[in-house]
Every structure is written in structure tokens, then in C-alpha cells.
């Protein structure tokens, strides 16, 4: 099992900046990558950035260029923790968003939900305009 906890979010005002911090725990040697989704009222989740064990990272493309993914690992790549820096913030990105750990080996389609195992309770980003 693994156990993932976010943090970081928050209300901004738009153009503002957000760094959202997921920790993880457990049995973190069987995650393969990670995520982050988010999902509005009355939308879809959607997928907004992953990184895998090899530091690949994926984006939407409505968050290319505002947002940046990364991970800090302990020993023999352990992850410990994710973070999403969110900059240029926009009133579309309100939405709550949470974390995700994979434990399938193939990165192919990693901001699809149905690759990951684990989940988050989520942290809620208000941006208003």
C-alpha cells in the first residue's frame, strides 16, 4: 500500500502562484510514476502533469509553460514527495487537485486515471479573477 497526502493549496487571485506538495509513504519501491489530476465541479478528472522514475515529465497542454512537476527521492529511488509548481494561475485552473501513484511499467498514457492505484484525498486551488 501506498499512502499519499497533498498539501499547498489555496485561494490566489489570477497571474498568482501555488506549490503543492503531495507526500507519500508505504510501499513506495512498487510506484512506477506520478501525477497529478484535478477535477472542477462538474467536469471531468483531468490530468494535468506526471514524472516518472527517469525524470520524463508529461503535461496537458493547457498547463505547458505555467506548470512544473517534480519529485524528490531518498535512497535507491524511493520517492518521498511531489510538488507542482503552478504559476501564471488562472481562473479555469480552480479545480481540487490530487496526487496519483502508478504502478504500472509502461509510462504510455500516464495523465489517463485508469494507470494509477493510488490516489489522494486532494488539496482545493481557488483562483479568482
Known amino acids: 500500500q501506498v499512502q499519499l497526502v497533498e498539501s499547498g493549496g489555496g485561494s490566489v487571485q489570477s497571474g498568482g502562484s501555488l506549490r503543492l506538495s503531495c507526500a507519500a509513504s508505504?510501499?513506495?519501491?512498487?510506484?512506477?510514476?506520478m501525477a497529478w489530476f484535478r477535477q472542477a465541479p462538474g467536469k471531468e478528472r483531468e490530468g494535468v502533469a506526471s514524472i516518472d522514475n527517469v525524470g520524463r515529465t508529461t503535461y496537458a497542454d493547457s498547463v505547458k509553460g505555467r506548470f512544473t512537476i517534480s519529485q524528490d527521492s531518498a535512497q535507491d529511488n524511493v520517492k518521498n514527495m511531489l510538488y507542482l509548481e503552478m504559476n501564471g494561475l488562472k481562473p479555469e485552473d480552480t479545480a481540487m487537485y490530487s496526487c496519483?501513484?502508478?504502478?504500472?511499467?509502461?509510462?504510455?498514457?500516464?495523465?489517463?486515471?485508469?494507470?494509477?492505484?493510488?490516489w489522494g484525498q486532494g488539496t482545493q486551488v481557488t483562483v479568482s479573477s
Open positions: 508505504g510501499y513506495t519501491y512498487s510506484t512506477v510514476y
Open positions: 496519483a501513484a502508478s504502478t504500472s511499467p509502461d509510462y504510455s498514457y500516464s495523465l489517463y486515471a485508469a494507470r494509477y492505484r493510488y
